[in-house]
């Protein structure tokens, strides 16, 4: 089974970061979702998803916690959630084409990757949950 690690990136404003997956990927092409990607051999999840934040946005992460973990696909799938202070120098890579902050109402009318929108609605219920 493989793991991978996806964060939702928030910044300041209240904005998430979803990303334009390139033409040339391997895996849905053309469709906006969350950074992250697989977790290397000896390396955490955790190690993983700061690895990748800072290969596909050079952004540095203020804040990181994992919120669930979950099966997808024959996968292991760990799910979190950072905050990001300094967000406007983000320097994409290659894996993407466009990125944008939005709110949960304009993600929805993105062509996105499965399941994205699930992500976000669970991690705001466990949000919810966590400050109650």
Not at 16 to 45: A, I, Y
Not at 70 to 89: A, Q, S
Request: net charge neutral; aromatic share 10%; proline share 5%.
């Amino acid at each position: 089974m493989k793991r991978a690690s996806v964060c939702v990136l928030l910044n300041s404003e209240h904005g998430m970061l979803v990303m334009k997956r390139s033409p040339q990927s391997d895996w849905m092409p053309n469709k906006w979702g969350l950074v992250g990607g697989t977790v290397e051999p000896n390396e955490t999840p955790q190690e993983a998803i700061l690895r990748e934040i800072k290969e596909e946005t050079n952004l540095k992460v203020d804040f990181i916690k994992l919120i669930y973990s979950r099966p997808y696909g024959g996968n292991e799938v760990f799910i979190y959630i950072g905050l990001v202070n300094d967000y406007k120098n983000i320097k994409i890579n290659a894996e993407h084409i466009d990125y944008g902050w939005f709110n949960g109402k304009e993600i929805k009318l993105l062509d996105t990757v499965p399941e994205l929108i699930n992500i976000i609605f669970k991690l705001t219920k466990c949000l919810i949950l966590m400050v109650n």
